[in-house]
């Protein structure tokens, strides 16, 4: 087996959209760890709205001035991916303790197979507790404010792609981060 690098964290996930929820925990798993792969999930039983290649691009625009962020895609067992990479550790979030349960029920299978690599979870931000990319897609559909919930590269992709082409906080009034 390979050495893994115990500063080096995965983030797996669909992103789909990315949301500010994310990249909290991203900047916050870089105070754990120097560098995080944003590793997006190809296959996925969810159907996503944005193809694997949008989803990445999107993720590379946001994090673009980010040397310790690398965006990349996977489709393949999470723990192999980890492995290849030389990832010591899975980075998790958790927003309440509904994710609990799905969360340790996937790290104790990929502690099975293979008890080099560790998962590490961490507590979603207090403002980011409510924030779902299924909610985020909800509310973009029906031309509500979005802003501030997820980054500006996403804002206008959603807006593109629902068709509901104003800016920040034109609609509503809001800005999102109220």
């Known amino acids: 087996m390979a050495d893994l690098n115990p500063r080096l964290a995965v983030y797996p996930g669909t992103f789909d959209p990315l949301t500010m929820g994310h990249v909290s925990l991203i900047r ?50 999470l723990i192999d991916y980890v492995a290849e990479k030389g990832a010591g550790s899975v980075l998790r979030g958790l927003r309440a303790v509904s994710d609990f349960e799905y969360e340790f029920q996937m790290a104790l299978m990929n ?40 980054p500006g590269p996403v804002v206008k992709a959603l807006h593109i792609r629902y068709g509901t082409g104003y800016g920040c906080g034109d609609k509503h009034g809001q800005h999102g981060d109220d």
């Open 28 to 77: 916050r798993g870089l105070k754990v760890f120097d560098q995080v792969i944003l590793a997006i999930a190809e296959s996925t039983p969810k159907k996503t709205l944005f193809t694997i290649g949008e989803r990445v691009a999107l993720a590379k625009e946001v994090f673009r001035d980010d040397t310790n962020i690398i965006v990349d895609s996977f489709d393949s067992l």
């Open 111 to 150: 502690r099975k197979l293979d008890r080099e690599i560790q998962t590490v979870f961490m507590i979603t931000d207090f403002k980011w507790m409510y924030l779902s990319s299924t909610i985020v897609k909800e509310v973009a559909m029906y031309g509500g404010d979005i802003c501030g919930l997820v």
